[in-house]
């Protein structure tokens, strides 16, 4: 039975651990960004991106679910047919109401896996004798073998009711081969001898004939249905999250290669403010500038699981989206150190900044979200550094950027290229406090207010008091 390919886990030159995509068709996202857009872990077990969109009904629907979003796709067409599908989904949502839930599922699994006598013979005298044995003898594994049939029968039943829907056969998309492959599965003759709907109690002859069908004739055929009942559970279980969420189905785009959005929010939040993205070919670096807690780094989350969630075919946090697919998806959020690896801060930045121009000197479409780039050194080292960097940036065809910075100096040096859309964050004044209203507006920030927080907050009465 054909399972979803994972992404594969190699080494990088240093021995660190990345993730490649399996095939062309895949966005290539590493560790360190899906742990940024928190996909499947967050810190103090808050929730997680699965655990927002996992809506399935099957453990078996849950795992594929998984496997999707550990693959999001670079290809236009695929992200394509999951959007046909996900919009088919979302109209006729109860035709697929029949498809069995993880009672069902579990059941089959035990049956076809619990090692329960399975009769081969083909002769009918003795095959009549061990079934009348099994009946009698064995009195755990029969009822077994009765509870996984009637399992089957019921998941078999089920899909013959959905298929009666006249709407699935139009689905397009990801769809319109799983249902086809689903029909043409639940017709096959050796599915005849299923017993009819309220059917009382089977001789043990019946049941162990039947049995034996499903255990043996079409074994690959019962498991080979049961893997496109978690499929379908998998693609309705992202359909839901996109209606009962409000997302956005994206515009999707193959050329030119740019971002633009309105009304992107990020799903955790409360209250969230939305704000606008547009970076493209004529500013393709979009600087980001403002003081701390204005929302400049929950701005690059928010985006980034927009971005994310768009290259998995799903709807987006926002009012709307248009976007063309990239081959990298890399963020810069939370750069780490290591003491075990011997490297510092500054060189956790410097081998992340090196993965970004790896990938964009290989010639790949990049989008990379850099949060306060080289804060690990001096003032004087990380404006060099930066300027350096962000100006080889913004020359990089087919590539888009976002990039905070406390850095205001480099303001004039951006708005000199000519390809840099300057923004920012500001907090605002409000009896004698700071407040903040998340909204984002053109422009580079000149507030600087560090030594104005720690005053709020009280830090210089605590030290100023003596002991």
Request: net charge neutral.
């Amino acid at each position: 039975m054909p399972l979803l390919s994972l992404p594969r886990e190699l080494k990088n030159v240093r021995g660190r651990r990345i993730l490649a995509a399996a095939d062309p068709d895949e966005m290539v996202m590493d560790a360190r960004t899906y742990r940024d857009l928190e996909v499947f872990e967050a810190d103090g077990g808050a929730l997680t991106l699965f655990d927002l969109c996992n809506r399935t009904r099957t453990e078996g629907g849950a795992r594929l679910l998984r496997a999707r979003m550990k693959k999001p796709f670079a290809s236009a067409s695929k992200i394509r047919r999951v959007q046909d599908a996900v919009r088919f989904t979302l109209l006729h949502r109860k035709a697929f109401n029949p498809l069995p839930g993880q009672g069902i599922a579990a059941g089959i699994e035990r049956y076809f896996h619990s090692g329960l006598p399975l009769l081969t013979t083909e002769r009918q005298l003795e095959f009549l004798l061990e079934a009348l044995e099994v009946r009698f003898g064995d009195l755990r594994s029969y009822w077994g073998i009765v509870a996984g049939l009637q399992q089957t029968t019921a998941m078999l039943r089920a899909l013959r009711r959905m298929m009666r829907e006249p709407e699935l056969s139009e689905a397009p998309g990801e769809l319109a081969p799983w249902l086809e492959e689903i029909r043409r599965l639940i017709a096959r003759p050796a599915f005849d001898l299923l017993p009819e709907e309220g059917h009382g109690e089977l001789s043990p002859w019946r049941v162990m004939r039947i049995d034996r069908v499903f255990r043996s004739d079409e074994r690959e055929t019962i498991e080979r249905l049961l893997h496109l009942v978690f499929q379908l559970d998998a693609v309705l279980a992202m359909a839901d999250t996109v209606r009962v969420e409000g997302f956005t189905i994206p515009v999707l785009q193959e050329s030119p290669f740019e971002v633009a959005a309105d009304g992107v929010f990020h799903p955790f939040l409360d209250a969230p403010v939305p704000n606008p993205v547009h970076i493209d070919q004529t500013e393709r670096l979009l600087f980001l500038t403002g003081p701390n807690m204005a929302g400049k780094t929950t701005y690059l989350r928010a985006f980034a699981t927009s971005l994310y969630l768009a290259h998995l075919g799903m709807g987006v946090p926002a009012k709307s989206f248009r976007f063309a697919p990239c081959t990298n998806f890399f963020s810069a959020i939370t750069v780490t150190d290591s003491v075990r690896e011997g490297v510092s801060f500054f060189r956790a930045e410097a081998l992340r900044m090196k993965a970004i121009a790896d990938a964009i000197a290989r010639g790949r479409r990049v989008i990379a979200l850099i949060d306060e780039p080289f804060k690990g050194t001096n003032v004087k080292d990380a404006l060099d550094a930066s300027r350096a960097v962000l100006l080889r940036l913004t020359e990089k065809e087919d590539c888009l950027f976002i990039v905070t910075s406390h850095l205001i100096e480099l303001g004039d040096d951006m708005k000199a290229t000519g390809r840099v859309r300057c923004c920012r964050f500001e907090a605002n004044e409000h009896e004698g406090r700071l407040e903040f209203d998340y909204v984002m507006r053109a422009g580079v920030s000149a507030q600087r207010l560090g030594v104005r927080v720690l005053r709020e907050e009280g830090v210089f009465d605590l030290l100023d008091r003596g002991r």
